[in-house]
């Protein structure tokens, strides 16, 4: 993958906290930062995707977004479990 040298201006303590954080995971603090940055991105593809369904089918139902935060969840516990380990 190509890279681009690029400036950006942050708070100190922001910085810091970046730089605390890349040094626990083992990774460059540059890593960490295009890390972020990608999650940001597909973030805003998902809203985009979100608002573009409810454009076309009409808002969520309470039902549907606690029926999504359940399959998330459960999702999440079996992600986050080790191998081996039932989710909790």
């Known amino acids: 993958m190509a890279v681009k040298k690029v400036t950006v201006t942050l708070p100190e303590e922001l910085v810091a906290a970046l730089g605390a ?11 960490l930062v295009a890390s972020a940055a990608e999650s940001e991105l597909r973030r805003r593809v998902g809203r985009r995707l979100v608002a573009d369904w409810q ?18 969840a459960t999702a999440d516990a079996q992600a986050l479990s080790g191998p081996g380990q039932a989710a909790a």
């Open 21 to 31: 954080a890349a040094r626990e995971d083992g990774v460059p603090l540059s890593r």
């Open 55 to 72: 454009a076309e089918h009409g808002a969520f139902t309470l039902e549907e977004i606690a029926a999504a935060r359940a399959e998330m």
